[in-house]
């Protein structure tokens, strides 16, 4: 088996039915790790219940990285590409991605319009999901200091009219988040071979974006 841990961090997502693989080659610790924060109203509820049926990727010992992309659903778009991810993986030591198979752009589907996240590690897959189009998300409630903190470290701008908060991107900006930040999150998951708790091991992807996504892009 892999070292790679999987186990549900605490960005918390909407409650569900526990996930149902067919797969009998998934280990017992195999369930989805949701990686960035909600897009929806209900913040009270653990990312352990949250339930979007991913497509399962059996580690297969690949000696490279596969790309699989899916198409990103009316009213949204994928926010990098296959190429400036393979140049974003390839800026990494090589440590930090030998465990990693696939990256998956997943498509938006209606379940994932409800309880939406920018991305998710699974195993040895990372999937990244769409943003919309507009590149302008809506939310019904004020964004957390640590919400405001990150997008105004990439460029995202929060606004708000009445009860509803927008958080608008350039495409620059939605580039960098998600290259620097969203992906590099979901490679930190790969590599935690220590945390067990959700805490601890969001608490490790977080410093891991930080340390060896947003710093380096940086320095320059």
């Known amino acids: ?5 999987r186990f549900p961090s ?18 017992r610790d195999s369930r989805p790790v949701a990686a960035f924060r909600q897009r929806c109203a209900d913040f009270d509820v653990q990312v352990e219940d949250f339930n979007a049926p991913e497509t399962w990727h059996p580690t297969c010992s690949a ?3 596969r790309y699989v992309q899916q198409p990103a659903g009316r009213g949204f778009r994928h926010a990098v590409s296959a190429d400036e991810v393979r140049q974003r993986l390839a800026q990494l ?9 696939v990256v998956q752009f997943s498509a938006m589907t209606k379940k994932r319009q409800i309880f939406p996240c920018y991305g998710m590690q699974w195993g040895t897959s ?29 460029g995202g701008r929060w606004s708000h009219n009445g009860k509803l908060w927008s958080l608008t991107w350039s495409d620059e900006a939605i580039r960098d988040f998600y290259l ?3 992906l590099i999150h979901e490679i930190g998951h790969l590599n935690d071979a ?27």
Do not use: C
């Open 1 to 5: 088996m892999s070292r790679t841990n």
């Open 10 to 27: 605490n960005r918390r997502l909407a409650s569900h039915r526990p996930i149902r693989v067919q797969s009998r080659s998934v280990a």
């Open 63 to 65: 000696s490279r990285v």
């Open 93 to 101: 030591p090589g440590r930090f991605i030998r465990d990693l198979e």
């Open 126 to 154: 990372v999937y990244l999901y769409p943003i919309e189009e507009s590149l302008v998300e809506i939310y019904s409630r004020p964004p957390t200091p640590q919400q405001q903190i990150e997008a105004k470290m990439f």
């Open 180 to 182: 620097n930040n969203v």
């Open 194 to 220: 220590r945390n067990t708790s959700s805490r601890d091991r969001e608490r490790f992807a977080n410093w891991f974006a930080i340390e060896y996504g947003y710093r380096p892009t940086r320095k320059s």
